[in-house]
């Protein structure tokens, strides 16, 4: 297995849900951490935490992925010791809305695709040349099972992941005869706070999705990540699909009464 102890992991999106399980598991192995989200005094507080769970050396920054253009400047500013990334999770995302295409808002549409999608490419932008100086690194971007299906109002969230999707699969070839690893985790039906921000905080809608079922959990798919990473380094992982056990697509979610 790869030794993940003193590696440097960078999760984007570590404020909450899959990122922040992620930033824990990285922990645990013993990893450095580079966290950022928007809200930065959440990742303070993990990394507070990590540090006095596992004497984590971690550094937060404040980064708003969809402010694409410019990524590359803020990243830039990192101490040069924190640029010497060995994975980058590109995991900051999110979905506004569930409504028919044909009723959706422009603002909604731009904040998934500038997030999403234009986000993760700002960010690997940036990272995998200095990967590539370094000649090693393992980017794992956080897909979806909406890469795979599409389901009825779903469109512009599920059109982003499918994008992220094509991307990794882009990257992966881009990156052909280098060391460089990609992977692609995409998850189904997982309790974070991905449907609270769905909904713009209606916490009786958001909690719909998970009603009468047994989702997966934000550490369930932290585990899958980690796994991928400490693969040994001929292994790469190139994509692994998710799902709850009462889930079979992403519209057939078995629930109890
Ligand atoms: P959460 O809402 O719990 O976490 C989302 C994270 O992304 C937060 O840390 C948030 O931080 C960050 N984020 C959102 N927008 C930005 C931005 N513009 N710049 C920087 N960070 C941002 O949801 P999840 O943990 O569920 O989502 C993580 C990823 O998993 C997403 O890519 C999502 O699409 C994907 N996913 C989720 C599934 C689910 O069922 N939950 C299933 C399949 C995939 P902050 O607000 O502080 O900026
Ligand atoms: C999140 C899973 O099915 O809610 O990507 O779109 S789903």
């Known amino acids: 297995m790869a030794e993940l102890k003193g590696q440097c992991v960078f999760v984007t999106g570590a404020s909450s849900g899959i990122g922040a399980a992620t930033a824990r598991a990285f922990a645990r192995e013993g990893a450095r951490l580079i966290l950022a989200a928007r809200r930065l005094e959440r990742l303070t507080e993990i990394s507070a935490e990590l540090k006095k769970a596992y004497g984590t050396e971690s550094f937060c920054f404040a980064l708003d992925v969809g402010q694409h ?18 994975v980058l999770v590109n995991n900051a995302g999110l979905s506004r809305g569930l409504v028919k295409l044909h009723e959706g808002g422009f603002f909604d549409w731009d904040e998934m695709i500038d997030t999403n999608v234009k986000g993760l490419l700002a960010v690997s932008r940036t990272v995998i040349p200095w990967m590539l100086k370094r000649n090693r ?67 009786e809608r958001a909690a719909q999705p998970y009603k009468g ?20 380094e001929h292994v790469d992982i190139i994509e692994m699909v998710i799902m709850p056990t009462a889930q079979s697509s992403t519209t057939m979610v078995h629930r109890e009464p």
Do not use: Q
Request: hydrophobic share 40%; with cysteine; net charge neutral.
């Open 137 to 203: 690194g393992h980017i794992i971007n956080i897909g979806s099972i909406a890469g795979h299906e599409v389901y009825p109002n779903g469109n512009v969230y599920c059109a982003t992941k499918y994008a992220v999707r094509a991307i990794s699969r882009g990257m992966k070839m881009d990156l052909h005869g280098t060391p460089i690893r990609v992977s692609s985790v995409d998850p189904g039906l997982a309790e974070t706070e991905f449907s609270l921000v769905r909904f713009r905080g209606d916490k």
């Open 69 to 86: 253009k410019s990524v590359g400047a803020e990243l830039e500013k990192l101490p040069e010791a924190w640029k010497a990334i060995d």
């Open 213 to 232: 079922v047994k989702p997966l959990t934000g550490e369930d798919i932290a585990e899958a990540i980690v796994w991928c990473a400490n693969r040994p």
